[in-house]
């Protein structure tokens, strides 16, 4: 019985589609900067890392080959369809002002990986992930900003910025088949994007052409359980 169970092929080989839903954290970080003016002094912006989470929405299809009885490779892609914002935050500006109004959010995040299985069973796929990720991280500029020392404030017109982040996916998963090709599974997912520069000029007339430059970067944890079909 053993020695049949063994060598059995895999349910998992083939084409599969799944749909998964979770719950996701993503930490930013590198959000301070340097704001700059024609004619002034630079001036430095000072922001705490932000923390945010989300339920992300999670499309997948791959494809698995059996390399023997129980070893497998697979060659997957996923798309997050939901976006994840953060909360309004502020960042303190030398000079004694603080700019209000700041906010992230992720969207149309992407992933290719690899998936080396073992399937312990005929109907149980154990595997891990590695590839390749890619995730839209979108800066909201501050609205306004305040002085206490000299007691004045205004409104700023700052563009949103969005950059396309570019990093890796490491991961493990668990996966059951149920029935006909349907199956249930598990996994657990980690993102980390390396820095981009993001470059804003205030639209108003005061301050004038005052530009606001930063390199964010982003790592993300996500859980996920779904279900899918194998063709």
Sequence with gaps: MLAGSA??????????GQLAVGYETNQATNLGGTG???GSANETWTTSNQNFNGMPLVLGLGYNWSLDSNWMLGLGA????LSVKSGTYTSQVS???TASGVQLQTSNRTNIYVTPGYAIAKDKLVYA????????????????YTNPSKGTGGTLAFPNVTNAQQG???GVSYKQMIA????????ANYMSYGKTTFNSTNANSSPANY???????????????GVGYKF
Excluded: C, R
């Design 36 to 38: 700059t003016q024609p």
């Design 211 to 225: 530009t606001f430059s930063n390199n964010p970067s982003l790592q993300t944890i996500q859980g996920l359980v």
């Design 129 to 144: 992930k590695a590839g390749y990720s890619t995730v839209n991280l979108q800066e909201t500029m501050p609205t306004s």
């Design 168 to 170: 890796y996916i490491i």
């Design 78 to 81: 996923d798309y997050s369809f």
């Design 7 to 16: 060598s059995a092929q895999s349910a998992f080989e083939g084409f599969y």
């Design 95 to 97: 000079g004694g002002s």
């Design 180 to 187: 006909d090709g349907f199956y249930g599974f598990a996994e």
